[in-house]
């Protein structure tokens, strides 16, 4: 069974579209994570939900929208897709909030902007 | 500045050689630290983490890690590699009070049989 997952896993679309990715995890967690990976590998935080409330928001463009219909479930829209966008996005959960909590990720989104 | 730096982007090792993979932090709190490994087209897997107490933690795949407060350190470390643990590994530093992490740029692990 897969711990978090996310769909889809590829996703390939024009400048100005609007898309979004859904994740879900089973492992009964609380906190739920979306992050960026540029070309470069280099990983960052974007937004992270605890019990379905907005915890961390890192300043990411307004463009981006998540929503926690429940706690098992974070979704990422992105609307007005621009070329910088390109990048994976991941997925992951933890336990609880509470510092030192392993996070589990899924296996990531790969975006291109076309 | 909160920050962590693998300063070696790529390393190339031989199958049954020991490896050691750099990790400095800045960070104002007391550090949580943690090291993940990224396999191709797959998200981070957590190898082991330190919060507190002996400084030299184990984690799975053969892996351990040495907390260094003096040199800021987190390294990791194998005594013998395999080819399977060819893959990019991230360091990653937190702390109690915040489940927010800040990841190292990463360092690729390449192994030659």
């Known amino acids: 069974d897969t711990a978090v997952s996310q769909t889809p896993k590829y996703l390939v679309t024009q400048m100005g579209n609007d898309k979004s990715i859904k994740c879900e995890q089973n492992?009964?967690?609380?906190?739920m994570y979306w992050y960026k990976q540029d070309s470069k590998k280099f990983l960052k935080i974007m937004f992270s939900?605890?019990?379905?409330?907005?915890?961390i928001n890192e300043t990411v463009p307004n463009r981006f929208s998540p929503k926690s219909p429940d706690k098992a479930h974070l979704n990422l829209h992105i609307n007005s897709l621009e070329l910088g966008d390109s990048a994976v996005y991941f997925c992951?959960?933890?336990?609880?909030?509470?510092?030192?909590?392993?996070?589990?990720f899924g296996d990531g989104t790969r975006l291109s902007i076309l | 500045a909160q920050s962590v730096t693998q300063p070696d982007i790529h390393i190339t090792v031989s199958e049954g050689a020991s490896l050691e993979l750099r990790c400095n932090y800045s960070?104002?709190?007391?550090?949580?630290l943690f090291w993940y490994v990224q396999s191709p087209g797959q998200g981070l897997q957590l190898l082991l983490k330190?919060?507190?107490?002996?400084?030299l933690v184990q984690g799975i795949k053969g892996f351990e890690a040495e907390f260094k407060r003096s040199q800021s350190s987190f390294n990791l470390r194998k005594p013998s590699v395999h080819w399977s643990d060819a893959a990019e590994y991230f360091c990653?530093?937190?702390?109690?009070?915040?489940?927010?992490?800040?990841f190292g740029t990463g360092t690729r692990l390449q192994v030659f049989p």
């Open positions: 992951a959960s933890s336990l609880t909030r509470q510092g030192g909590q392993p996070q589990h």
């Open positions: 492992l009964g967690h609380d906190t």
């Open positions: 939900y605890n019990n379905k409330e907005l915890i």
């Open positions: 960070y104002g709190a007391t550090p949580y």
């Open positions: 330190y919060f507190s107490g002996d400084t």
């Open positions: 990653a530093v937190g702390s109690y009070n915040t489940d927010k992490l800040i």
